[in-house]
């Protein structure tokens, strides 16, 4: 047996520890990483194209490759293509839905007030490579920046002596202005601080393993990133009319990313539950990753979870905050109500997470160990910033002249009280 049934009444602190206190597994190469970052930052290529030799066992020729991308797309199977293009498109109506408009207006006499919205100009994307090809992240993390208007694009992506070429020819469709052959944490400092060749960018977004969020975690405050991801994350809550079957591919579809994957089903009728698990021991097998599958299975962060009632399922699920959320359940809008701490959520046994993952149109990069419970996933806002405007006329800052002034005094800072003053044509004593 890969998994078995637990009450959640049952779970002791440990237990409810490794469930709740996720983490992206980073503190183990803290150090190595600061390393590798300082290096990159003093020595720049040379310090990349030593640590891609020795982490990646590859000797990279041109660490830029954005015409391989474009080589790549032409080259493909039109079927691929046509996949690849399909999700772009589905992304990109997606985030341009997202796009705020700038505003302004009149909220009394004399205060006029507004926000303009503009893209940042240099941003970095980093695409996985490793033990599994990821086109639909170069989708994921470049659409949305171009569709908010970012200037300059970059990605980078691991390099091996026989690049993915679906990985190239996606980054490429997503519209990618740079493209560099380079992972790890070595990726992470090249676009944090720039070198000879990758130019430097104002914010990276983008999964990757420890070794990567290490590196955005000592890179972050010299350059901006979206948030720390770890391991992916799935939760289904099912009643007793879901297929246990539909409940079991769809922790089997998250286990196969990573050993570290934490897959969880919760349910408040105990045969569904006991159903799950015989799905799931079925199904393993079969599955080509079966020995990551069962090593995320396995782990303290995954199992097949019984209530005692749906609140319990509900209260359970809402403190975990996972990265995804199924839910198969007659009620799946009501329940859905009652969750506030979710990356993505797909409702009913129609909707699997692999629609999201590659091409319903949301975007798969979301915050896990719980930082769903402050934050969402990627989005078009990421690449944008805001900036307030307002104009008062004399009427409106006579208005509010007093409030002002009063406040300030009250805070001792009496040259701004005094900026008010002046414009209203008031003097102080000590000027008189």
Not at 7 to 33: H, K, M, Q, T
Not at 96 to 108: I, M, S
Not at 266 to 274: N, Q, S
Not at 371 to 383: D, K
Request: charged residues 25%; hydrophobic residues 40%.
């Amino acid at each position: 047996m890969t998994i078995d049934v637990q009450p959640i009444a049952d779970l002791g602190p440990d237990d409810r520890v490794a469930f709740f206190e996720r983490d992206a597994g980073i503190e183990g190469v803290r150090d190595d990483v600061s390393e590798i970052v300082d290096r990159v930052q003093t020595e720049g290529d040379v310090a990349v194209r030593e640590f891609t030799s020795e982490f990646d066992d590859v000797e990279v020729g041109n660490l830029e490759i954005t015409d391989e991308c474009a080589r790549a797309y032409e080259d493909i199977d039109d079927e691929i293509r046509t996949a690849i293009e399909t999700a772009a498109a589905n992304v990109r109506e997606f985030h341009e839905a997202q796009l705020p408009e700038d505003w302004q207006r009149e909220f009394d006499t004399g205060r006029e007030l507004g926000r303009r919205f503009r893209p940042l100009e240099r941003i970095g994307v980093y695409v996985p490579g490793g033990s599994a090809a990821y086109p639909s992240s170069a989708i994921m993390g470049v659409v949305p920046a171009v569709v908010a208007g970012v200037g300059h694009v970059a990605v980078v992506t691991p390099p091996a002596d026989d690049p993915n070429p679906v990985t190239l020819a996606a980054i490429h469709a997503a519209g990618a202005d740079a493209v560099y052959s380079v992972g790890g944490a070595q990726a992470i400092a090249g676009l944090a601080y720039g070198t000879e060749t990758i130019s430097r960018v104002q914010k990276i977004v983008g999964p990757g393993n420890k070794w990567v969020t290490a590196a955005k975690a000592e890179v972050r405050g010299d350059v901006e990133i979206d948030f720390l991801a770890g391991p992916s994350e799935v939760v289904v809550v099912a009643d007793e009319t879901a297929d246990p079957e539909l409940v079991a591919a769809e922790l089997l579809a998250q286990a196969e990313h990573d050993p570290n994957a934490s897959v969880v089903a919760v349910t408040d009728d105990e045969a569904t539950a006991d159903a799950i698990v015989a799905a799931v021991d079925e199904r393993v097998p079969a599955r080509e990753r079966a020995d990551v599958i069962r090593a995320a299975l396995t782990n303290e962060t995954s199992g097949v979870l019984h209530a005692r009632s749906m609140s319990e399922a509900i209260l359970f699920t809402e403190e975990y905050a996972p990265e995804h959320l199924s839910i198969i359940a007659e009620d799946d809008e009501s329940l859905l109500e009652r969750i506030d701490s979710a990356g993505s959520v797909f409702l009913g046994p129609n909707t699997p997470v692999a629609a999201g993952d590659y091409a319903s149109g949301t975007n798969h990069v979301l915050p896990t160990n719980g930082g769903a419970r402050v934050t969402g996933g990627l989005s078009v806002e990421t690449f944008l910033r805001s900036t307030t405007v307002q104009r008062l006329s004399g009427e409106g800052l006579a208005e509010l002249g007093e409030t002002i002034t009063t406040l300030a005094d009250a805070e001792g800072l009496e040259a701004h009280a005094e900026s008010v003053r002046t414009r209203l044509g008031e003097r102080t004593d000590s000027e008189r």
